[in-house]
């Protein structure tokens, strides 16, 4: 076949997997996005009464014993387990046994915002009430930015170029747009285990985030997190996301499998100090990200947003948005409304969720509003979902400090 | 100061460290390396930080890296509890 060495090094998703409120498994996830079922609800995990945030999106049906290692189990954080069962799923959607490929030709590149919050809680507790001879000798690899990664990269034998990506919810697009650079630098790297998960539900956890101002304090499952409607009053958070396999478009078609889509372009901008005169950086990230994939925006069929669900932010990302493609110029949608913000398994989730909406030629919907802010003029996919053939998704992300990437996806032509 | 058995160990290594798949850790391991039973430096450590806390003993990390199958931890720890006795 006549590739070019330039289509070899094309990013391809060969594999998903997902563990999320909506569900464990892309299949359980899916399904809940299409049908509009929530996963959100009040928190469980603790309890959330001395708390002004109560509810959270919780993963659903979760038995660690099924998805991760005896031995890992006692080693690990909630967020190193959830993308453990994560990769599982993905690498067998993939197809790929890490087995039977070059140990130095895949790498591991996760997101982390929290990191291993309830393990250090749970040993930090120990530590003031019982002394340091009762911490874990775990605590030293469990709570750690990179600990996910590393328990993926020995766990699997992926000993490539290998990394952890820290930009809160937008850290999810960093590792695919880092992932399509290392494909694309041919020094042997065909695959790369990409996205991330992420545990914020414990009380230090919580409590460190509630500082943010975001969170919405409304109490009612239904109505606390409403991204460009009138009645916005913050966020909710929630725990999981997703794996995704990015490979070698050479790779691929020598292993002869099929994939979701490419990653066509990526780019990343982090906003001005507060104060600045400039504008933020979204507008430019989206322009610079279209170009990266050599598209217009007119090409793009639907924008998955980052949703903050906080007015200024709303409005400032509508604003971006019918900058770059004109006052409802594109459907818009917030599946996120479905699971709470991530962090760093939130724009993970999100990617995950457009190459299946581009596999199935549907944008789901997010529910729950009637009203859209004022200023917020965009074409936002509501009440139900909208069918349709898609070839183009775009995917924002903001995190926390001004981080902000953007994402272009595009189905294989068949 | 009663005894310390290999079923004491094994108990300890189950809830502080895990066991592998396809390990059966309560055949006959007391002579079995502890890296042919899937445990690293690191889970040693741990679990010769949960005998020191639960039989009062003090075996330090040093010690500990000399220590390579479930039955030297287990006539170590009974060692140390001898002098206590005495």
Known sequence: MGVSAVDAAVPVVTGIGVVAPTGIGTDAHWQAVLSGKSGISRISRFDPSPYPVRIAGEVPGWEVTEHVPGRLVPQTDFWTQTSIAATTEALADAGVDPKELPEYSMGVLTAASSSGAEFGQHEMGRLFTQGPDWVSTYQAVAWFFAATTGQLAIKHGMRGPSGVICCEQAGGLDTMGHAKRLLGMDDGTRLIVAGGTDAPLCPYALVAQITNGKLSTVDDAASAYLPFSAEASGYVVGEGGAILIVESRESAEERGVDSYGHVAGYAAGMDPPPGSERPPALKRTIELALADAKIRPSDVDVVFADGAGVPELDLAEADAINAVFGPGGVPVTVPKTLTGRLYAGGASLDVATALLALRDGVIPHCGGFERLAPGCDIDLVRGQPRQGPLTTALVLARGHGGFTAALVLRRDQA | ?86
């Open chain 2, 1 to 86: 100061m009663s005894e310390f058995t290999l079923d004491d160990l094994r108990e300890i290594m189950r809830t502080s460290v895990g066991v592998d798949e396809g390990v059966d850790l309560d055949g006959p391991i007391g002579e079995v390396e502890f890296a042919e039973l899937g445990y690293d430096s690191l889970a040693l450590a741990e679990v010769v930080s949960q005998v020191n806390r639960r039989f009062r003993v003090s075996i330090s990390d040093d010690e500990a890296l000399e220590l390579t199958t479930p039955g030297s931890v287990v006539r170590s720890v009974n060692g140390l509890l001898a002098q206590v006795v005495r």
